[in-house]
């Protein structure tokens, strides 16, 4: 069974397509389910309380759980998701929650017309996926004035140098940071090693 010691292992883009293939089916029932998994839902309640309207990019959208915690908000916009892993795209299309999934890495400069007013992200930005290499193209897709609300574990917030790159970083205004507990009480009982994980999720405007 795949678990978060796999997912934090992966260390190329390879062994994450490999990795999210196999994990795609179970990946709701099992890990979301079984570890109380909030994190989706922690990012949809900051990007609601700040004021965020669409349309939307979720990135590393994975088998859609952000979307649907916006939708059960009550979110109206237009949401569009990318993810590097297409067996977890064809799981989030199965919600009905999208306007647009597209298979992309977000390290890369995104096949996207832009303009997104909103740009949220839960659970790629951790051990073993994405650094923070992956501003630019955010940023590039993102229009004037656009929100973002995005996920960082904890764990590689410094370590993976986010802490650097979002304090030097031109283009950005009103950096907030809010900490959350990834995971429910649930957890503790399935994998007591990750249960108390952390994540800042960051929250700031493009200028
Ligand atoms: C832990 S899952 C999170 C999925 C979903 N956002 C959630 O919170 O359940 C991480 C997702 O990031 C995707 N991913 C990893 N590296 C990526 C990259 N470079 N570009 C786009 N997506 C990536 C994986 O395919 C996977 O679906």
Same mark, same amino acid.
């Given at each position: 069974m795949t678990d978060l010691n796999d997912a934090f292992?992966? @260390? %190329?883009?390879?062994?994450?397509?490999?990795? &999210?293939?196999?994990?795609s089916r179970d990946y709701d029932a099992g890990f979301a389910a079984g570890m109380d998994y909030r994190l989706p839902a922690h990012v949809a309640a900051a990007f609601m309380a700040a004021g965020g309207v669409g349309p939307v990019l979720d990135v590393g959208a994975g088998t859609g759980l952000l979307a649907e915690a916006l939708r059960g908000m009550g979110f109206p916009g237009e949401i569009d998701g990318i993810d590097l892993t297409p067996e977890m795209l064809a799981r989030a299309g199965e919600k009905g929650v999208y306007r647009a999934l597209v298979?992309?890495?977000?390290? @890369?400069?995104?096949?996207?017309?832009?303009? &997104? @007013?909103? !740009?949220?992200? %839960?659970g790629t930005f951790t051990h073993g996926h994405v650094g923070p290499e992956a501003f630019g193209p955010m940023l590039a897709v993102a229009a004037p004035g656009a929100l973002f609300a995005l996920s960082?574990? *904890?764990? !590689? &917030? *410094?370590?993976r140098g986010f802490d650097v790159a979002?304090?030097?970083?031109?283009?950005?205004?009103?950096?907030?940071?809010?900490? !959350?507990?990834? &995971?429910?009480?649930?957890?503790?009982?399935?994998d007591?090693?990750?249960?108390?994980?952390r994540a800042l999720i960051a929250l700031f405007r493009k200028v």
């Open positions: 292992a992966l @260390r %190329s883009p390879e062994d994450c397509l490999r990795l &999210y293939r196999d994990w298979e992309a890495d977000v390290t @890369r400069a995104l096949p996207l017309e832009g303009g &997104y @007013r909103g !740009v949220v992200s %839960s960082i574990n *904890a764990g !590689v &917030y *410094a370590a979002l304090a030097g970083m031109e283009g950005i205004t009103g950096l907030q940071l809010i900490e !959350v507990e990834v &995971y429910g009480p649930a957890a503790a009982a399935r007591a090693a990750h249960a108390a994980d």
